[in-house]
């Protein structure tokens, strides 16, 4: 009876030496980079068909930026989670040009610049060793919507900043998917695509405006 209860002992020591051999230990990391953003949707939609109708109004994507950090959470060799914490600027730009091109050269454009505090949870797939797959469940809150009016006349423009949070829902459900890279040094590359499954407007279902982003960052893994 000893031998065996001590033959059990060492089978379950040696499989919980594997393991661990096996599942890197937990890792902080910090990741910063650029938000290429717009927003998607059929009220959106119906209003670029509009604006490409006419000459005077344009769309076009924001250019935002995202920080913060994550901790990755070894669940297996080669899987694991990857909770985070990020501040991230979305958006939509929206220009009209009422005369180009002569002596006036009359422009105004609005952008949209939507503050979130975003936390993902991601499942992190290893391909290759460095090379990985991610994608899961994000939440993000609201911190403010800054909108900024600009005209321009004559060479000349002018601008103004002001906060526009009534109306804007303030929990934004989404979907994140991408790929990176980690390199040995402890430096990583990644691309991501965020898709927002929540409308904007949180009083009116009949206008469906969604974010949506390609992110592009540089982390560091300690």
Known sequence: MKKILFILIAIVIGFETQVSAQVSPLKIGIRGGVNVADWRGDAVESFSELAELSSAFKTESFTGFHAGVNLEIPVTAGFSIEPGLYYS?????????????????????????????????LAKVYLTEGFYLTGGPQVGFL????????AGILGFSVGDSFDVNAGFRKVDFGLVGGIGYQFRNGININAFYDHGLSTLDEGNSDIDAYNRAFKFSLGYQF
């Open 89 to 121: 600027v979305k958006g939509m730009r929206v220009s009209q040009t009422i005369l180009e091109g002569g002596f006036l050269n009359l422009k105004g454009e609005i952008t949209s610049k939507l503050h979130y505090i975003e936390l993902p949870v």
């Open 143 to 150: 911190a403010s919507n800054k909108m900024h009016a600009e």
